[in-house]
C-alpha cells in the first residue's frame, strides 16, 4: 500500500507563505492498495487538488470519517464526481438523523452550494459504513471513536500490510492513557499493530487544556495511544490552523525527543508527502 497525503489541516484551509511547508488544506489521503486500487479518505480542501493533479482512474472510492466541514468541503470541486461515465462510492457514518445522501445534502445544497449533490453526472452511491467491509484486496474495519458527532475510525489491511486513519480523535477524554485498561480507550483496537498510523495531533500539551471536550488531541496523548497501539510508523496529522509552519516543526522536534525509546518512526504530515507501507 502507498499514501499520499493531499490535505493534513483541520478545521479550516490556511492557505499562505506560513504554511506552505506543511500545507494549509484540509483532511484528504490518496490510498493505492495493491491491485492499483484507489481509495480516497475524507473530502477535505485536498481533494481538489488531488482531482486537479494526479485523477484517479476507473471507478472512484471515497470513504468519510465524519461529516464535519473540513472533511467535507472538497467533494463538489472533484472533477469525476462531474463524469457521467464515472462509477463513485462515497462511505461515511451511518446516523439516526437520516441517510449520508441526505446529511451531505445539508451542506451540498442551497443556500450554501449553488450545485445540489443531488444533481452530480456521476453515478454516485451512498453507503453506511458497516463495521467490515472490503474495498478490492483490502478489508476495512471500522469503529466509533471519540469526537463530536458520529465518527469512524478504519483499520485497512491489505494482506500483510495495514494502516489505521483515525485524524479527529480525543481518546484521553477522561482518563490518563498510559494507565487505562485497553478496552476503555477509543480507536485503540483498530490501531493495534499497524504498519501506519495516521492519528489527530491538533494541539500542544499546553493548548489541550482549554480545548478539553472539543474532540481532538494533544500530543502526549497522541504520542501515548501511538505506544499503547504498538503502531510501527506513526504520523501526526490535522493540524491547527493558527499552527505555522514554525510551530510545526518545534512540534515535530518535540515528538521524535519524546517517541525515542519507542520501535516506531514519528512525523508530522505534510502535503505531498508519500509513504510506502513496508
Request: contains cysteine; charged residues 25%; hydrophobic residues 40%.
Amino acid at each position: 500500500m502507498e499514501v499520499k497525503f493531499w490535505g493534513v489541516r483541520g478545521s479550516i484551509p490556511t492557505p499562505g507563505a506560513r504554511t506552505a511547508r506543511y500545507g494549509g488544506n484540509t483532511s484528504c489521503l490518496e490510498l493505492r492498495l495493491s491491485d492499483g486500487t484507489t481509495v480516497i479518505l475524507d473530502a477535505g480542501s485536498g481533494i481538489r487538488q488531488l482531482g486537479a493533479d494526479d485523477p484517479p482512474e476507473g471507478d472512484v472510492v471515497i470513504v468519510l470519517t465524519h461529516l464535519h466541514l473540513d472533511h467535507v468541503q472538497g467533494l463538489l470541486f472533484f472533477p469525476p464526481l462531474f463524469d457521467p461515465d464515472r462509477n463513485v462510492t462515497v462511505w461515511g457514518p451511518p446516523a439516526f438523523d437520516g441517510g449520508l445522501l441526505e446529511r451531505l445534502a445539508r451542506y451540498m445544497s442551497a443556500p450554501l452550494s449553488p450545485i445540489e449533490i443531488r444533481e452530480l453526472p456521476a453515478r454516485v452511491s451512498f453507503e453506511s459504513a458497516t463495521t467490515k467491509f472490503d474495498i478490492g484486496p483490502a478489508r476495512i474495519e471500522a469503529a466509533l471513536v471519540n469526537h463530536r458527532g458520529p465518527t469512524l475510525g478504519y483499520r485497512i489491511v491489505d494482506g500483510e500490510r495495514s494502516l489505521c486513519y483515525i485524524p479527529d480523535h480525543e481518546p484521553a477524554l477522561g482518563q490518563d492513557l498510559a494507565r487505562s485498561d485497553e478496552e476503555w480507550i477509543s480507536g485503540l483496537a483498530l490501531a493495534r499493530d499497524v504498519d501506519l498510523l495516521i492519528h489527530d495531533c491538533q494541539y500542544t500539551d499546553g493548548e489541550y487544556a482549554s480545548f478539553l471536550g472539543f474532540g481532538h488531541c494533544a500530543l502526549g496523548d497522541a504520542l501515548a495511544f501511538a505506544h499503547r497501539s504498538a503502531a510501527r510508523r506513526v504520523a501526526l496529522f490535522h493540524h491547527d490552523p493558527s499552527h505555522d509552519d514554525a510551530r510545526l516543526d518545534a512540534l515535530a522536534g518535540e515528538a521524535e525527543e519524546r517517541r525515542r525509546g519507542d520501535a516506531g518512526a514519528v512525523e508530522l504530515a505534510r502535503e505531498a508527502m508519500t509513504i510506502e507501507i513496508e
